[in-house]
């Protein structure tokens, strides 16, 4: 079992920034990845960011040069620093942890972007 637990949503105004972090608990072996996932009011949840154990990362087109992923393996943790943030990132943000048998997610931090 893992758990995940996220911290840093809250209240930002556009262009502004904010730091997403995540912490991962629990009996497991090894996080193959881990990663950030969002969902918006009426919206699907959506691929935010995510990066191997090995430092590979992913991101959506949306959030690319403007978010960067973080991973510290050693502590089992994962970070999302947001820059130049728009009304449009406003979300419910999931921190999610994979191993070779599950997925796991963490209880979401929002995110909004206001002015």
């Known amino acids: 079992q893992v758990q995940l637990v996220e911290s840093g949503g809250g209240l930002v105004q556009p262009g502004g920034s904010r730091r997403l972090s995540c912490t991962a608990s629990?009996?497991?072996?090894?996080?193959?990845?881990m990663g950030w996932y969002r969902q918006a009011p009426g919206k699907q949840r959506e691929l935010v960011a995510v990066?191997?154990?090995?430092?590979?990362?992913s991101y959506a087109d949306s959030v690319k040069g403007r978010f960067t992923i973080s991973r510290d393996n050693a502590k089992n943790t994962v970070a999302l620093e947001m820059n130049s943030l728009k009304l449009e990132d406003t979300a419910v943000y999931y921190c999610?942890?994979?191993?070779?048998?599950?997925?796991?997610w963490g209880q979401g931090t929002r995110v909004t972007v206001s002015s």
């Open positions: 629990g009996s497991f072996f090894r996080l193959n990845v």
């Open positions: 999610k942890a994979a191993t070779t048998v599950f997925d796991y």
């Open positions: 990066m191997t154990s090995g430092g590979i990362a």
